[in-house]
């Protein structure tokens, strides 16, 4: 258990680091956390509350599809991330080199946090709980799931950060989406029985 949530922590390190330099260089990436980062741009709140609001309706759907245990942990997986990416905000101090090479590092941390937080038992909510759902329901790779639904994200992004940081702001996407979707092993807890056969009765 102690291994379990060391890992999720670290994991949750790594993307919101991620995140943040793609913050640095006006980068985007998909899911929620593209969501909230386009949001900045809009509203002078902070990354972490948008993050939070805009995953609270996914809740609904974790909560009666893959069981209150995996939410919950999900949840607490919000709150950190949601945490740790505002207090990198006051550490972290602005700087910048090459986009390419920003996007490409920081699709690796987002791809090995994510992954990190995924394949011990939670998620960080919104497109990654329904990437593990129809990966669960269906079979289908929850990489590339997450893929599509970032770059349908990113094409609304070009009218915020501009079609060159878009197209930059792939890469990150590409590498991210390879990583979960390459290294990955049963993201639900096995005690999720009732779920697991609600799942099969559906």
Known sequence: M????FSILFGLFLTALGIKLLTLHMLTFGGTAGIATILT???PISWGLLFFLVNLPFF???FQQMGKW???SSFVSIIGISVIRDALDMIVPAFTFNPVIAAA???LFIGVGVSLVLNNGSSLGGIHILALFLDKK???NRGLCIFIFDLLILIAAIFLVGL???IVSTISIVIASYIIGRYKTSPIPEVEVST???LQDA
């Open 138 to 140: 269906l079979g289908l």
């Open 105 to 107: 590092v920081a699709g």
């Open 70 to 72: 995996f939410t919950i």
């Open 41 to 43: 741009l809009l509203f």
């Open 164 to 166: 060159q940081n878009a």
């Open 196 to 198: 697991d056969v609600q």
């Open 60 to 62: 609904l759907i974790s």
């Open 2 to 5: 102690a291994n379990k949530i």
